[in-house]
Each structure stands twice: as structure tokens, then as C-alpha cells.
């Protein structure tokens, strides 16, 4: 259950915070910020899985994707508020690098110690290709399709089409909720005893369950602030060292994915492979599912740019990585084959990001 620790860090993270934002940024305040940075991840992974091993699969997976993805949201559309036209891609570079993240980084990581420690790893293929089916559509409508249309100039949608692109992500992405959470939800339980959901401990009481979540959400503030914060640290040593500007975007990214990378990476080296696609996968539809609504809605009531389309070498990227995951996941069982061609496809992204 919880511990002392697990509470006053995001307590100290808050603090640390607030104090960052009041002072003059420097070397040893940005030192101190990424060491709360971390503490404060690991202290949100822990509440996460006390909630998780209260409500159970798959609703615990659920609880942090979709907890991370909210205050995801809230700081691209506050960069959105705050910045000119050049925020006008911050959603596209910000999406599109969650997806490299997850699909190639996340899973290819998982996949690749699993498989070292287990040799095989087995999950169920009726919940993951759903999952994988959603997050091609979602990314189609998104990031595609803007590329090729015709009624606007650039990258863009038209108002009515950006109206539509919104309202399709919320369908499929309320959809697939319901099929993972009521209709089809034993899609998404391990597949070797869906009755046995890798709990032997005793579950938390309700009051345990409530207090982590408390704290999970207050964590999750702390981490997405802490990294707003050192943003502009990031973003002087981008320009320092002559990197493109999406790099900023990877570096946010990574930095706000840290609880769910940290707590999928756990599930797989525990053998609970299904655990970790759950918060893969479900991480990926949420970043699209309800980032691409909420920034729409945000353009059309505020008249800010937003330019959604992919260029050429992302494409490609992004369809590479949609071949391979649906290769990888079509038979239910992985190995540290499949593992390492994901991995290799994120260093390609990482290293066409620092060299277009």
C-alpha cells in the first residue's frame, strides 16, 4: 500500500514547483527540478498501481492513460494560449511524437526485456488489434488525411473538416472505452486465466484506493508542471546545440509519458505483458482521442492556428511503425525479435528528429 514517501514527494514536488516558477531558472534550480521530476514519477506509478490493483484490469490501466492524457492536454493547449503561430504544430509534433513513443519506444522496450527474461511473452490479440485498428484510424483522420486535402492551404484542415476530424476521434475513442471497459472487457485480461487478474496481494481498501488517486492526480500535476518549467531550459539547449525545434516536442513528450513508461516497463519485467499493451496502446488512443478534439475546439472558438498534417518523413515513419505493430501483434505472442525492430524504428525517429 502506500507509503510515507510515496505521499511527500509529490508534496516536495509541488513545492519545488511553485518556487520554480517564482525564481530565476538556473543550473542548480533545473538540477533540482529533474530530480523531483523523477521522484514524483515513480511516486505516480505506485498510486497508480494501488488504484489499479483496487478496480482491477482494465480500468486501472485506463486510470493513469487517462489521467496523464487530461493534464496532457491542458499544457498543449496552454502552449497553444500563450505562444504565436509557430505553436500552431505543437499539437501535430506533440501527437505524432507520443505515437513514436509508445508504439516503437514503449512496446519495443517492453517487448525486448520481456523477452530476455521470459523468451515469449503471450497477450490477447482480440483486445490489441483493437486498439491498434482504433489508433490507425484516429492517426488517419488526424494526421493524414490533412496532407491531401485540397479545401484548405498547407497542412491544414478547413473549419468543417477539423469539426469532423474532432468529432470522429471522441466517437472512436468513447467507443473503444466502452468495448474495453463494458462490452468486450475480458479482450483486454491476460490471456492465460482471464478470471485471474495477477492480484494475489490483498486489494487496498476504498480509502487506500482514494487517497492514491489523490495523490496520483496531484503527481501527475506536478510532473506535466515541473516539465513546462524546464522547458525553456530544454528549449535553450536545442537552440545551443543547433537541433531542430520538434526535438523540443520529443523532449515534452518523454518527459510527460514517464509515469506510464515506467509503469508499463514494470508490468512486462513482472510477465504481465497484457498489463503493459493495455497502458501502450490505451496511452495512444487517449493522446489522440482527446488532445485532437480539445485543440480543435480551441482553434475554432479562438481563431488560433493549427496546422495538423505530417510531412513526407514522418509518414513514412508513421507507417512503418503501423506495419510493423500490426505484424508484431498478429499472433499473440512476442519475442525479443520483434522487440528490437521497434526499438530500431524509435532510434530512426530520434535520429531523423536531431537530423531531418
Given at each position: 500500500m502506500s507509503t510515507l514517501w510515496s505521499k511527500?514527494?509529490?508534496?516536495?514536488?509541488?513545492?519545488?514547483?511553485?518556487?520554480?516558477?517564482?525564481?530565476?531558472?538556473?543550473?542548480?534550480?533545473?538540477?533540482?527540478?529533474?530530480?523531483?521530476?523523477?521522484?514524483?514519477?515513480?511516486?505516480?506509478?505506485?498510486?497508480?498501481?494501488?488504484?489499479?490493483?483496487?478496480?482491477?484490469?482494465?480500468?486501472?490501466?485506463?486510470?493513469?492513460?487517462?489521467?496523464?492524457?487530461?493534464?496532457?492536454?491542458?499544457?498543449?493547449?496552454?502552449?497553444?494560449?500563450?505562444?504565436?503561430?509557430?505553436?500552431?504544430?505543437?499539437?501535430?509534433?506533440?501527437?505524432?511524437?507520443?505515437?513514436?513513443?509508445?508504439?516503437?519506444?514503449?512496446?519495443?522496450?517492453?517487448?525486448?526485456?520481456?523477452?530476455?527474461?521470459?523468451?515469449?511473452?503471450?497477450?490477447?490479440?482480440?483486445?490489441?488489434?483493437?486498439?491498434?485498428?482504433?489508433?490507425?484510424?484516429?492517426?488517419?483522420?488526424?494526421?493524414?488525411?490533412?496532407?491531401?486535402?485540397?479545401?484548405?492551404?498547407?497542412?491544414?484542415?478547413?473549419t468543417s473538416q477539423l469539426s469532423f476530424a474532432a468529432i470522429a476521434s471522441l466517437v472512436l475513442w468513447g467507443t473503444f472505452v466502452f468495448v474495453q471497459t463494458v462490452r468486450h472487457r475480458d479482450y483486454f485480461l491476460p490471456i492465460e486465466n482471464p478470471a485471474d487478474e495477477n492480484i494475489h496481494a490483498t486489494p487496498p481498501t476504498n480509502r487506500e484506493a482514494w487517497s492514491s488517486f489523490g495523490f496520483l492526480m496531484l503527481g501527475l500535476v506536478v510532473v506535466v508542471g515541473l516539465a513546462k518549467t524546464l522547458s525553456p531550459s530544454i528549449e535553450a539547449a536545442v537552440v545551443e546545440v543547433g537541433a531542430p525545434q520538434a526535438t523540443i516536442g520529443v523532449l515534452i513528450a518523454v518527459l510527460v509519458l514517464l509515469p506510464e513508461t515506467t509503469a508499463a516497463i514494470r508490468a512486462a519485467m513482472a510477465n504481465r505483458l497484457q498489463t503493459s499493451l493495455n497502458l501502450a496502446l490505451g496511452s495512444a488512443l487517449a493522446s489522440i482521442g482527446l488532445t485532437i478534439p480539445a485543440v480543435a475546439l480551441t482553434s475554432l472558438l479562438l481563431g488560433t492556428p493549427l496546422q495538423l498534417g505530417l510531412q513526407a518523413k514522418d509518414l513514412v515513419l508513421l507507417t512503418l511503425t503501423f506495419l510493423v505493430t500490426s505484424i508484431t501483434l498478429v499472433t499473440g505472442r512476442t519475442s525479443v525479435m520483434q522487440g528490437a525492430i521497434h526499438i530500431v524504428i524509435f532510434a530512426a525517429f530520434l535520429f531523423l528528429t536531431l537530423i531531418p
Open positions: 511527500l514527494i509529490p508534496v516536495l514536488g509541488a513545492l519545488v514547483m511553485g518556487g520554480a516558477i517564482m525564481l530565476h531558472m538556473n543550473a542548480v534550480i533545473a538540477g533540482i527540478c529533474m530530480l523531483t521530476l523523477m521522484g514524483t514519477v515513480i511516486c505516480a506509478v505506485h498510486h497508480a498501481e494501488v488504484v489499479a490493483h483496487r478496480v482491477g484490469e482494465p480500468f486501472g490501466t485506463l486510470v493513469l492513460a487517462l489521467a496523464v492524457t487530461i493534464i496532457e492536454v491542458a499544457l498543449i493547449v496552454s502552449i497553444m494560449l500563450s505562444g504565436g503561430p509557430e505553436t500552431a504544430v505543437v499539437p501535430r509534433d506533440t501527437v505524432f511524437s507520443a505515437i513514436m513513443i509508445i508504439c516503437n519506444g514503449l512496446i519495443g522496450l517492453c517487448l525486448l526485456i520481456g523477452g530476455i527474461r521470459y523468451r515469449e511473452q503471450s497477450f490477447n490479440m482480440g483486445g490489441a488489434n483493437a486498439a491498434l485498428a482504433t489508433l490507425i484510424a484516429l492517426a488517419t483522420l488526424s494526421l493524414v488525411l490533412p496532407t491531401f486535402t485540397t479545401s484548405s492551404a498547407g497542412l491544414t484542415y478547413s
